[in-house]
């Protein structure tokens, strides 16, 4: 079964500080992997797309990593700002015949406090 | 800006009546655009493929004759809500990818209530 785990559901930290997000998935055929920011009331804004070769893949303070032989990535943000207070998204892309096929996770709310 | 374009942003409407939302693809032609549908604290659920000139492809569980999708043309899908009724309430969202590319771009949403 197709699925996108995300972790933690939800967390809480301090301005300035490093945090990192965490998606598992089993999906297959494999295509591709994203990241979405989603603010509350808004749609998903693309962060970063990641190809099975990717390894790494940076978007100013979001670096996503991609490990395609466990099956997990991670969203690391750097020096957070008020405004990364938003919703993370991890979402993979599989190949179903002529079809691609978005699996969901259900997303990390992220909340940064001053 | 904005490369897909949604409206109306938000729309009350009375329990028993339609509501059309747009979804607009703003400098590219989407010959396949998606519906969702997110409830609050929830994550994005697919609601159809919209297919420019043929049918909509509906995902399990969502009812084709209650959401009815139009894709008159290569920049505009509209999903109607019909007899719309207050568990019908949500955030409406859509997205179109952009051909031969892994781009995928999102509107800003629609929240429908229906009282």
């Known amino acids: 079964k197709n699925q996108v785990e995300q972790s933690p559901q939800s967390l809480i930290i301090l301005e300035g500080k490093n945090c990192t997000l965490q998606c598992n998935y089993t999906v297959s055929p494999f295509s591709n992997l994203r990241w979405y920011k989603q603010d509350t009331g808004r749609g998903p804004v693309s962060l970063t797309i990641?190809?099975?070769s990717e390894n790494t893949k940076s978007n100013g303070r979001y670096t996503a990593t991609l490990d395609a032989d466990t099956k997990q990535s991670s969203l690391h943000i750097t020096a957070s700002q008020l405004s990364d207070s938003a919703s993370y998204i991890c979402v993979v892309s599989a190949n179903v015949g002529n079809n691609r096929k978005l699996i969901w996770g259900l997303g990390t709310s992220l909340a940064v406090n001053p | 800006g904005a490369v897909v374009s949604q409206h109306p942003s938000w729309v009350i409407c009375k329990s028993g009546t339609s509501v059309k939302i747009e979804c607009r693809s703003l400098d590219f032609q989407a010959t396949t655009m998606f519906w969702y549908r997110q409830f609050p604290k929830q994550s994005l659920m697919l609601m159809a493929t919209?297919?420019?000139?043929?049918?909509?492809?509906?995902e399990q569980g969502v009812e084709k004759d209650k959401f009815l999708i139009n894709h008159a043309s290569l920049t505009l899908s509209t999903l109607t809500v019909t007899s719309a009724h207050p568990e019908d309430s949500s955030f409406y969202i859509c997205?179109?990818?952009?051909?031969?590319?892994?781009?995928?771009?999102f509107g800003e949403g629609s929240w429908l209530t229906v009282v």
């Open positions: 997205s179109a990818p952009r051909a031969g590319g892994n781009t995928i771009y």
């Open positions: 919209s297919n420019e000139g043929s049918k909509a492809t509906y």
């Open positions: 990641m190809t099975f």
